[in-house]
């Protein structure tokens, strides 16, 4: 499970799916999908989400670059998926979080990446959200 989790964090913004990854893990689909949630408390898919959300984050506050462009570069192929998972994830649109936030130009990527990282706790418990 942890390679598996490690290639989706060195990887985020490539296209990556289930039957990739549970061949990283040695495991069937099936099982790599029960037992990642398990080990992790979400699922493959959600994590992953909240991964390029997290780094969308972070290039949102510390570059000029267009929200379709940080959608695209973090591996969103839609800006409507995009823009929708990022505020079910921060609680406010990447427009409106890139207002509220400063830009942190002096502040390197790691640690502003740490300081926003939005917690997985309290989100919709129970709701499937694949």
């Known amino acids: ?5 490690d290639a989706m964090d060195r990887r985020f913004a490539e296209a990556l799916d289930v039957p990739a990854l549970a061949r990283i893990a040695h495991v069937s689909p099936a099982h790599f999908i029960r037992t990642f949630r398990a080990t992790f408390g979400e699922t493959p898919h959600r994590y992953l989400q909240r991964r390029r959300v997290e780094r969308a984050m972070a290039l949102l506050v510390s570059t000029d670059r267009s929200v379709t462009d940080i959608c695209m570069a973090v591996g ?5 998926t995009f823009s929708r998972t990022f505020r079910e994830i921060v609680g406010e649109s990447p427009k ?5 936030h400063p830009r942190v130009d002096h502040v390197p990527t790691h640690f502003a990446m740490a300081w926003t990282r939005p ?6 418990r129970g709701r499937r959200s694949e």
């Open 1 to 5: 499970m942890l390679r598996a989790r």
């Open 119 to 124: 917690s997985s706790f309290g989100e919709g």
């Open 96 to 100: 409106a979080y890139r207002g509220a």
């Open 76 to 80: 969103f192929t839609s800006l409507g």
